[in-house]
């Protein structure tokens, strides 16, 4: 039987073992990732960390809304702190297998913060242009480029391998926390003081991540043999990822689900303002619905006991959420709206989730940042493709229209590479043999 699948119909359960199928998520299994000391001291460096990255995204949109009035100049500032992930993603992903990762990590973070301290000093100095917060996006583009394939490939030397799923969905969690406390944070010391010092304070947040990873205490990994070249290294992983069909379709439902499915986030100010005729307060109200979704998703995923079942999980994760955006697109009134938009969030949680942990388990471990690296780089680096599709198509056929069509496509993106990573899964074999 395959490690990713649920037990067959034929295989014989005892009643424990059965109720534990039936009812896979348990509160006493929710945090279980915690009882390794490592963990424990990644997830409150992360915390502060990832409120502090929350707060600069706030002040920095606030800033260049200030300076120019433009949603352009936003756009260029979101597409240009994303296109070096795409670009530069899988070089990120051969750095995490060539390098030890928790020095890559430190590195990272020490070079974000040196971003954060920098554009604060410009805008405390009143000195600060757009041209340069476009620069400074770009710039921690390309740290995310290494530090996020780096970050995901390094969950399993804090956890192991069983808790894997456990911890995954519980970074998720630490992201849609932050990504709640964080602008909260940012609209008081906005108001109080400036964008300057929500930069000064992201800067700071960073120390408490490079404390956690500097006070880990990790196994040393064995000697690896001498590295082949950089272009060797690329070429294995394209090729590993090509000649895996389990991988291959796990990319591919990535692919379309974040091309396609996510990118409704970026009309939700035009169905809060155009559709319902509300100000603020609605686009606070479905941004909200859509990150309580997200969180309950995380949850979910993190309080599974059995790591198993991803592949249906995902499957129909890409189910709920591409029904959940059809009902959206069609809600009458905003209220029911914000109900809707609450699935597509926890179906993507899922979804991402349950990919996530596949990819690590299929990969060997000399070969998990190049894996994860290909997530990272079709998770995120589609994004700004995906808000351009779903912006223009909303121009000429209307917001309500186009979510839609994007949920019809994301039900086409789970019931094809969705039931391919099903086949593939059935047929990879337990994870003992994958890695």
């Known amino acids: 039987s395959s490690f990713f699948s649920s037990p067959s119909p034929s295989t014989r359960l005892d009643a424990p073992a059965r109720r534990a199928y039936l009812s896979p998520v348990s509160r006493s299994d929710l945090f279980r990732s915690f009882r390794h000391r490592n963990y424990r001291l990644y997830f409150s460096g992360q915390l502060v960390s990832l409120t502090g990255t929350w707060m600069q995204s706030t002040a920095q949109g606030w800033l260049v809304y200030r300076l120019t009035g433009s949603s352009m100049a936003l756009g260029m500032v979101g597409f240009a702190s994303l296109i070096p992930v795409l670009v530069l993603g899988l070089f990120g992903g051969v750095l995490a297998d060539r390098l030890p990762k928790r020095n890559l990590l ?106 956690g990873l500097a006070a880990m205490r990790l196994e040393h990994s064995p000697p690896k043999p001498a590295p082949a070249g950089v272009r060797e290294h690329l070429a294995q992983g394209l090729a590993f990822a090509w000649k895996t069909p389990l991988i291959r379709a796990i990319l591919a439902l990535i692919s379309i689900v974040s091309l396609v499915g996510s990118s409704n986030l970026i009309l939700l ?36 006991g059995k790591a198993a079942g991803f592949e249906r999980l995902a499957f129909r994760g890409g189910l709920l959420m591409g029904a959940a955006l059809v ?44 894996v994860m690296s290909l997530y990272t780089m079709l998770y995120m680096g589609t994004a700004p493709f ?12 209307g917001a309500p229209v186009t979510v839609g069509i994007l949920g019809v496509c994301c039900l086409a993106g789970a019931l094809g590479p969705g039931r391919a990573v099903g086949r593939a899964a059935c047929k990879a074999g337990p994870v003992k043999d994958l890695s």
């Not at 319902?276 to 969180?295: H, K, N």
């Not at 808000?387 to 000429?396: E, K």
Request: aromatic residues 8%; hydrophobic residues 60%; negative net charge.
């Open 106 to 211: 430190i590195a990272a973070q020490a070079l974000a913060m040196l971003q954060a301290a920098a554009l604060s000093w410009l805008t405390y100095s009143e000195q600060v242009q757009v041209w340069q917060v476009v620069a400074f996006a770009a710039c921690l583009g390309v740290v995310n480029a290494v530090e996020l394939p780096t970050r995901h490939s390094f969950v399993v030397e804090m956890v192991g391998k069983e808790d894997l799923h456990n911890a995954i969905a519980l970074n998720s969690s630490i992201f849609h926390l932050a990504r709640v406390l964080g602008p909260l944070a940012a609209g008081v010391v906005l108001g109080w003081v400036g964008e300057g010092a929500c930069f000064a304070i992201n800067a700071a947040s960073f120390l408490a991540v490079i404390a």
């Open 269 to 304: 100010p035009v169905f809060a303002g155009d559709v319902f005729g509300r100000g603020p307060e609605g686009l606070g109200l479905l941004t909200a619905g859509s990150g309580v979704g997200s969180l309950l998703g995380a949850l979910f995923m993190a309080g599974r």
């Open 327 to 370: 009902l959206f697109a069609n809600a009458p009134s905003i209220w029911l709206a914000a109900v809707c938009i609450v699935p597509t969030g926890f179906g993507f949680m899922a979804l991402m989730a349950s990919c996530n942990t596949m990819l690590q388990l299929c990969a060997p471990d000399d070969m998990r940042g190049r």
């Open 386 to 397: 995906g808000a351009l599709l779903a912006g223009g198509m909303a121009q000429w056929l």
